[in-house]
């Protein structure tokens, strides 16, 4: 999936949504690929009361593959996600929750 965006920069506060129109948060970080120069995925927090929020609570910064991302534009379009494709991951890491 190619970028057509100027500038990372322009992707962080960008509320996310689900391909089923669902709200999930807002992207706070980006996870790149130096030695491919590539985004591997968004890093989104789950805004209080949102889809992602129930899911997973409300924990910062969840990890979503970028393979997830549908579209970007004024919103980040993802794949709908579902309970029980979270995958938790030990505290000692960087991020607490992946998608998969």
Do not use: Q, W
Not at 25 to 49: M, P
Not at 59 to 73: C, H, L, W
Not at 95 to 100: D, F, I, S, T
């Amino acid at each position: 999936m190619v970028v057509n965006t100027k500038n990372f920069t322009e992707m962080e506060e960008k509320d996310v949504f689900t391909d089923k129109g669902i709200y999930c948060g807002r992207v706070t970080d980006l996870g790149i690929d130096l030695e491919k120069f590539r985004v591997n995925s968004i890093v989104v927090d789950a805004v209080k009361g949102s889809f992602l929020a129930d899911i997973v609570g409300n924990k910062k910064g969840v990890v979503i593959p970028f393979a997830m991302v549908k579209s970007i534009g004024d919103i980040i379009l993802i794949k709908h996600i579902s309970p029980t494709s979270v995958e938790e991951i030990p505290a000692h890491e960087e991020h607490p929750v992946r998608m998969p």
